[in-house]
């Protein structure tokens, strides 16, 4: 079987993400894997040993992003491709979506194809669901359980009403949810194939696709409005007298 | 020179670093309260390769570079002091001799499992009731050879991992003669018959590392459990403690990196006068103190791993790394308390477990006052 899994490297998530002349900002906080996409390399691995074949890590980014794909390359995958062109900058999920489902292509007779639930930056979660549309692909989003038997998946969908099972024909495009299961840590024989690999980098004209033209458009970015915190020791001569304080305080404040 | 780690090491770093904050870190404070060893983290450790450090990859181990073992013992000592000795004296002391001095079938039939993580632990026991830093004099446990086997009687105190062990490398006298050469080490299962394991020693702090007397009466295993050259165990027990070293310098230093960070932390919250402690001069001396030591001791401890990586001489700077680390660790602990108050000195906060944890490091492994000896020896003899 074979099996990509696209992953984004995006801002830890103890950054603090501001808006900045314009611009989202996150200062200097560590680029990580995309959290949830840990769990799309994890159910893709375990279709592997299950099934055989091997495992394509693909992201969209720039230089750095090849962390990200060492990351997934020191989780098992077999190997990795980073598609990178000063054309992306700034792209939309849509555009996105077109660049992942050429570069699917161009790696040629993929059966699955597994995404994360949604990238902890942006958190839109509809880059899975474009990319399938583009390929003409079933699309299995949310996904609990994945069970692949033959040329059939069979997914349990974990939705905010419950379970839901659904299956359709492989090739398929599959977004897999925390519920799956926990995933692994990087192996020590992984890290060390990482350290060493060689990512390939492909370009628009490697893909043969133009520039996606954006959809959506960004005329202003803004910071939320910051919430005044202001922090108050309250002192007194006893337990109960400091209580006492404390509860005209919580009344007075019309907090119970 | 080159101060950098390379890329392997710098991905190694960050993976054991997410796996400790993630699985150990969490746990240390129950892990010292309830004094349990936390294997639901170690039996997690195998395929990321931190329980066969020295064991080489055809025996499942991970066969990390020397810098590559400190950084992972320095981020377990950061994340639970408990949990890092024990995976340190099981790589150092307990795996460390078989990879070094076994032989292939030794390797095969003892070091494979606890390397990959299917078995339990390792285990070295050197000290006696009578014998410390003074192991050729010391020593009274003996082995006897009898037919195909050693018959082993005698008494070993202070034995980390001995109950989460399979096997306890047993430095014993083989020739009543006495001399440097008549010492030897063996190989002894922890179920073999006449091996008592006394109830784990209540400790000031590492409370979740277990520490045993271990009594071998008439214990008797195969004579292939030799392990390396009869006679040669006083040598062989010298060249691991050189690497174990490193590895208690290492802990000391990720032990003082956690207490800094807690400070670092605290002095921001906390207020008086007016403003953050943070903000007071007082404050600050003691931040910047903590860390130039910090750095400092990182730096030596990753020189001594680099030299010894090398192959090259390294007996002097393990004991500057580890008795310079580990008496850092000690100011550097004290200091976080005296930080935090009256609350440092409360189980509330993680820092009166951390200097409870770095107060063992000036003495195991050899103390400040042998690793001393060692060092002023290169210069007077």
Redesign the interface.
Known sequence: MKIVACIKQVPDSAAKVVAQDGQVSWGDAPLVINPWDEFAVEAALQQKEAHGGEVIAVSMGGESAKEAL?HAL?MGCDSAILVSDPALAGVDTQGTAKVLAAAIQKVGGVDLAFFGRQAIDGDAGITPAQTARVLGWPMLGLSAVIKVDGGKVTVERSIEEGRQTVSAEAPAVLSVVKDFGEP??????G??K???ADIPAWTLADLGISAPAPVVAWPELMNPPSREVACEFITGGSPAEIAEKLADKIIAEKVL | MDFDL???Q???QK?VH??VAAEVKPKAREVDETAEFNWAAVK?MG???LLGLNAP?EFGG?G?DAVSAAIAIEELGWGCGSTALAIAAHNGLGSAPIARFGSEAQKKKFLEPVATGRGKLAALALTEPGAGSDLQGGVTTKAVKDGDEWAINGTKMWCTNASIADYIITLVRTDPAGGSHSLSMVIVPTDAPGLHIAPAEKKMGLKGSPTHAVTYDNVRVPLENLLGEEGRGLHQTLTTLDGGRISIGALSVGLAQAAFEAAVDYSHQRATFGKPIAHHQAIQWMIAEAAMNIEVARTMVHKAAWLKEQGRPFTREAAIAKTFATEMAETVCRNAIQIHGGYGYSREYPVERIYRDARLMTIGEGTSEVNRIVIARHYLD
Do not use: H, Q, T
Request: glycine content about 6%.
């Open positions: 060492k020191a692994r840590y990087p192996s020590f024989m890290i060390r990482a350290s060493r | 390379n890329g392997e710098r991905m190694w993976a997410d796996f997690k395929p990321l390769g990859e991970a990390v």
